[in-house]
């Protein structure tokens, strides 16, 4: 996902967006926060921009984080928002910006979705953790303008959740899948992933695929059984 053999062409592209903007470093670091010796270097190829420099950049500069990545040599023409969540090549990308070492110096452990998830898993079965599903999930959904392409996937969740004769089990996997959307502060800040939401994806993905895993398992129970 990233080159780093490929120049950076972040310097010039701050340079325009300076000039685009009336701003000069020194206006640009006292309203960003950046010292105006950082944002030199960056300019100027002699330091390289961390992920929290392009969101500063990107708010202040008015200009989408997206094309800052690709600027600074990220390569996200294969991450787009047509992606299925079930598709092959968004799984295998999701994976291997997990792997990145660069990450904003921020550190991505997969086991911190799943603890989350597991701590979930129990609540979902209250009645307060119920009660807050079929109370928020909705205007959840709203807060993200009910597109993106895991929100189908989160809306069957739910209509699955509502089916009161699923296994109890099924119903503890839903809900907590559910709650990490509605609950959960991002493990992994939306800012770092033009497709946002990153965590939530990967939180599906396990419920979807813990999901199959009980299927199996009662399945091949019943087949014991007969």
């Known amino acids: 996902m990233y080159e780093n053999k490929k120049k950076s062409e972040l310097g010039s592209m701050i340079r325009t967006l300076l000039k685009e903007n009336s701003l000069s470093m ?12 950082t944002i030199s270097r960056i300019v100027n190829g002699k330091q390289s921009a961390n992920m929290n420099h392009l969101r500063i950049l990107s708010k202040y500069l008015n200009v989408p984080i997206k094309k800052l990545l690709i600027a600074d040599g990220y390569d996200m023409t294969s991450l787009t928002d047509e992606d299925s ?12 910006l997990l792997k990145l070492p660069d990450l904003l110096n921020y550190k991505c452990d997969l086991s911190k979705i799943e603890e989350e998830l597991e701590k979930y898993k129990v609540y979902a079965l209250t009645e307060e953790g119920k009660n807050i599903i079929y109370k928020d999930f909705n205007k959840k959904i709203e807060t993200v303008n009910g597109d993106g392409f895991f929100i189908e996937e989160l809306k069957e969740m739910y209509k699955k959740f509502c089916d009161e004769s699923l296994p109890e089990e099924i119903h503890a996997l839903l809900g907590s899948g559910l709650l990490y959307f509605i609950l959960s502060v991002d493990i992994i800040p939306d800012y770092i992933f033009p497709i946002g939401y990153l965590d939530d994806i990967i939180a599906i993905k396990l419920v979807l695929h813990n999901m199959l895993e009980v299927k199996q398992k009662h399945e091949k129970d019943m087949y014991k059984i007969l």
């Open 26 to 37: 020194r206006k640009l670091s006292s309203i960003s926060g950046i010292d105006t010796a």
């Open 85 to 96: 969540i079930d598709s092959p090549s968004l799984i295998k990308n999701i994976h291997e």
